[in-house]
């Protein structure tokens, strides 16, 4: 596709389920980013992949989140035991290179607990 | 501290006005820098990558002021299309984002 795609764009979970946002990147696209944003705020950094390696995941907010990029493309954000204040908009960028080039954002998954 | 501080705002200015925002950023070794805009439950998307120089997009003007850690946007004549929020960025071993300025660009 010619951009980031994110699926799905809602989700409503109970209190204590498991969830699971993903990600496909622009395609040639090297790096990959998740980032948590909240209502008034910027995009809070989660973690970042350079194809399947997952360099930095010091965003992550508890053990209960993690996520995957297993063959260097598509990436999957799960978060266990989901708790209310996980509610938030989940976005996933992608660019070309390192770190220090621009980044290029899917439509972001908007979660919802109960 | 936060790796980037920004003026929320809000900025509610008259069509054709010129508006200004500036940016801080707390790591002097950053390597790049951008401004990004954000429409109401939009994602944010690249407006411009900032030079050492300053570099100019028609009606944008992005500048980087690296002795005083600044990064500013200056938007000259001011269209109702042009509210949003803005999204200054910089880079480090990540990629950071201010909280945004909130622009309302009145009739």
């Known amino acids: 596709g010619a951009g980031v795609s994110q699926s799905p764009r809602y989700k409503v979970a109970k209190r204590g389920q498991d969830v699971a946002l993903r990600c496909d990147p622009i395609?040639?696209?090297?790096?990959l980013f998740w980032y948590q944003q909240a209502l008034g705020q910027g995009p809070e950094f989660l973690t970042y992949?350079?194809?399947?390696?997952?360099?930095?995941k010091s965003g992550l907010p508890s053990d209960r989140f993690f996520a995957e990029r297993p063959e260097g493309s598509v990436s999957t954000l799960k978060i266990q035991r989901t708790q209310q204040e996980d509610s938030a908009v989940y976005l996933c960028?992608?660019?070309?290179?390192?770190?220090?080039?621009?980044?290029?954002f899917g439509d972001g998954t908007r979660l919802s607990i109960l | 501290r936060k790796e980037v501080e920004q003026d929320p705002g809000p900025f509610n200015v008259p069509e054709g006005a010129t508006v200004a925002f500036n940016c801080t950023y707390s790591?002097?070794?950053?390597?790049?820098f951008f401004w990004y805009r954000q429409d109401c439950r939009k994602e944010p998307k690249l407006l411009m990558s900032?030079?050492?120089s300053g570099n100019e997009d028609g009606r944008f003007t992005a500048q980087l002021n690296r002795a005083s850690q600044y990064i500013s946007l200056l938007i000259r004549d001011s269209k109702l299309s042009d509210s949003a929020t803005y999204l200054c960025?910089?880079?480090?071993?990540?990629?950071?984002f201010g909280t945004g300025t909130s622009l309302t660009v009145i009739p």
């Open positions: 790591n002097s070794a950053s390597q790049s």
């Open positions: 992949f350079q194809n399947e390696a997952q360099l930095d």
């Open positions: 900032v030079y050492s």
């Open positions: 960028a992608s660019s070309l290179g390192t770190v220090n080039q621009p980044q290029h």
């Open positions: 395609s040639g696209h090297v790096s």
């Open positions: 960025a910089c880079t480090g071993n990540q990629f950071y």
